[in-house]
Nanobody
Framework: QVQLVESGGGLVQPGGSLRLSCAASGNTLDDYVIGWFRQAPGKEREGVSCISKRGFNTYYADSVRGRFTVSRDNAKNTVYLQMNSLKPEDTAVYYC????????????????????????WGQGTQVTVSS
């Protein structure tokens, strides 16, 4: 299994932007569908955005569509999440997850969070949106 490390989180004012990175090691990233998930205090994890192995297909949760953009650079073994027009409700720990399945779709990955047990989750990166 590939190892993933999230970075790029921080404190930002409402309306601001951040770019998260998900860097992979241990295997080539282009074998994996990648999903960004988040967990806010007291809430369950939710899928934010997912991207297919070559980047041709993407999925966004309704709450972030139009504000967030997912992309990947397989040559750099990195997936990005550009977050614009941030809102306080975007405050959460953000995680990236890799799925090597040949059949999972980007929508299925983002919607079925419980598919991924503890082994899939890293430390995450904290995003706080506050004035």
């Amino acid at each position: 299994q590939v190892q993933l490390v999230e970075s790029g989180g921080g404190l930002v004012q409402p309306g601001g932007s951040l770019r998260l990175s998900c860097a992979a090691s241990g295997n080539t990233l282009d074998d994996y569908v990648i999903g960004w998930f988040r967990q806010a205090p007291g809430k369950e994890r939710e899928g934010v955005s997912c991207i297919s192995k070559r980047g041709f297909n993407t999925y966004y949760a309704d709450s972030v569509r139009g504000r967030f953009t997912v992309s990947r650079d397989n040559a750099k073994n990195t997936v990005y999440l550009q977050m614009n027009s941030l809102k306080p409700e975007d405050t959460a720990v953000y995680y990236c997850v890799a799925d090597r399945s040949m059949t999972v779709t980007v929508q299925a990955m983002c919607v079925n969070v419980r598919r991924y047990d503890d082994d899939y989750w890293g430390q995450g990166t904290q995003v706080t949106v506050s004035s």
